[in-house]
């Protein structure tokens, strides 16, 4: 199990850190071109969701940003201290009674870009993994 971790503060200023973090895994794993955007922007919209809407972007509250290879592909997971969600009652943002309303476009490009999502800790942590292209 290789880990590589980020904490970051509840501040909407840290979502910059989430591109140089990517940026390391990709070379450290030779990530495709054409997975890199994926992961890119899922977890870019998983950390604003969490400084956002989890804590509350309350600075003394933390997100933990954790990378783990596997050899089938590579694994994100994103927790935040808030009270968590369901994201099962989350309005689907490509209705067209929803299509003008802020909210739900994070977890549906999440849940879009990913190989496989999972909403742990009652929603307080999302993991979302990408297959690497041999």
Do not use: W
């Amino acid at each position: 199990m290789n880990l590589t971790m980020l904490k970051l503060k509840s501040n909407p200023k840290s979502i910059c850190k989430v591109e140089g973090f990517v940026q390391l895994i990709a070379t450290k794993y030779s990530i495709s071109e054409n997975r890199y955007p994926d992961i890119l922007i899922s977890l870019t919209e998983a950390v604003c969701n969490a400084i956002t809407h989890g804590n509350g972007n309350n600075e003394d509250k933390m997100v933990d940003v954790t990378m783990e290879k596997r050899a089938e592909g590579i694994s994100f997971r994103v927790s935040d201290q808030g009270g968590g969600f369901d994201p099962n009652k989350l309005p689907d943002p490509t209705t067209v009674e929803h299509l003008e309303c802020c909210g739900g476009r994070g977890v549906h490009i999440i849940n879009e870009l990913s190989d496989d999502v999972k909403y742990l800790n009652n929603g307080r942590t999302v993991e979302m993994f990408f297959s690497l292209e041999k």
